[in-house]
């Protein structure tokens, strides 16, 4: 009875005084059997039929009452036990008292009890942080001690360290089962906060696109219609009609660039944007020359490589004299990305599309090189950690 005192006193002083530090942890909310891993918590219960081999070797001595209290004590604990396993956190203390008290007054009756001192290690190397947990570890067994000494008549040693060796090596699974279930929560919560992160990133990538799509275009949209008001106005009516058309063009053209650029939102990848990319050119009457590797990249750069190859190509088509395009894909130590195209070059100068490509690449940490000695060649690489 005074072991069963001091086991009340002491898991109570535990809950006291560690309660409000072990509820700041994520364990709280967790319990050692999980609701789809159940047999993984209850499964090794089997083995606490070793309980009742001494009860086998006194079986011709056994009363029937003793059998029955024996049995008693036994499912008393199972039931306990199993109520354990579903506590979260230090909610289990309770439990724990009360399985305290079950094994050290069933060692009164049998040495078996010792088998089932071991089931209580990993509910205190679980639910309880370090060093709480090797507190509780410690209070069970000293208790397992007082019990071996005082309440089991013949070898205690017998009792003693089979206990022992069980409870430690349940103990550190209930240690590392604690480690796995927080690395696995610290695990998903990080893919949540990437997954979060690669939404905004969507977002802002596609706030860009249609930026650089629709913002010079409708500047010029908007200049191209105060100037026919103001031609209108001044009575220079055929002035003010063809500036009228090409208000009309540019919003056909920019109407065309919208749906070419929610048509690349659907695209898988960076290969498929080239061939459709390649069929435009073709229509447009360019000889088209293709050398495509095959290079591992991540899904943002791809992304930044398909917008730069757009653009590009949209440059080629409005602006390029030549009739030769050639479009390479590889990796020299990087990967890199060249469109060339063999038409003449006056003057060079940076307008808005190939600013804002720049500026892409520049984000990534991409190099953007430019050659107009001999048509008009653009060159990105990646950096050499992205290979």
Request: aromatic share 10%; proline share 2%.
């Amino acid at each position: 009875m005074f072991v069963a005192i001091f086991a009340i006193f002491a898991c109570l002083y535990l809950k006291v005084n560690f309660t409000h530090m072990a509820a700041h942890s994520v364990i709280k909310h967790l319990a050692l059997a999980e609701q789809h891993k159940i047999l993984r918590s209850i499964g090794p219960l089997i083995f606490s039929l070793f309980y009742f081999f001494p009860m086998f070797s006194l079986w011709d001595v056994l009363s029937l009452h003793d059998l029955g209290l024996q049995v008693a004590i036994y499912s008393c604990f199972i039931a306990l036990y199993c109520v354990a396993v579903f506590k979260s956190g230090d909610d289990v203390t309770l439990t724990i008292i009360l399985m305290l008290i079950v094994t050290s007054a069933g060692s009164l009756v049998t040495p078996g009890t010792s088998t089932l001192f071991g089931y209580i290690a990993p509910l205190c190397g679980f639910n309880y942080r370090r060093p709480y947990s090797f507190f509780m570890l410690g209070i069970m067994l000293f208790i397992m001690y007082l019990c071996s000494q005082y309440l089991i008549t013949s070898n205690p040693l017998y009792f003693w360290a089979p206990a022992f060796l069980i409870s430690i090596g349940l103990f550190s699974f209930g240690v590392f089962e604690r480690q796995e279930r927080l690395h696995k929560i610290a695990h998903h919560t990080s893919q949540e906060k990437l997954e979060q992160l690669a939404a905004i990133a969507e977002r802002e990538r596609i706030a860009r696109d249609l930026h650089d799509t629709l913002g010079h275009s409708l500047s010029s949209i908007a200049l191209k219609a105060e100037l026919a008001s103001k031609l209108h106005d001044a009575g220079l009516q055929q002035k003010a009609v063809s500036e009228s058309q090409q208000v009309a063009e540019l919003a056909r053209d920019l109407l065309s660039e919208v749906r070419e650029a929610v048509s690349g939102l659907k695209q898988v990848g960076l290969y498929a944007q080239i061939n459709l990319l390649e069929q435009r050119l073709i229509d447009a009457q360019f000889n088209v020359e293709q050398q495509l590797d095959a290079v591992d990249l991540k899904a943002e750069h791809e992304s930044t490589l398909c917008f730069i190859a757009k653009e590009l190509v949209t440059n080629i088509l409005r602006h390029s004299d030549g009739k030769h395009v050639s479009i390479e894909i590889g990796q020299i130590d990087t990967v890199y990305m060249r469109i060339f195209d063999d038409g003449h070059v006056d003057q060079f100068k940076y307008g808005n599309g190939l600013t804002g490509l720049i500026e892409r690449a520049e984000a990534l940490g991409a190099t953007v090189i430019i050659d107009t000695s001999t048509g008009f060649s653009v060159t990105v690489k990646l950096r050499e950690e992205w290979v």
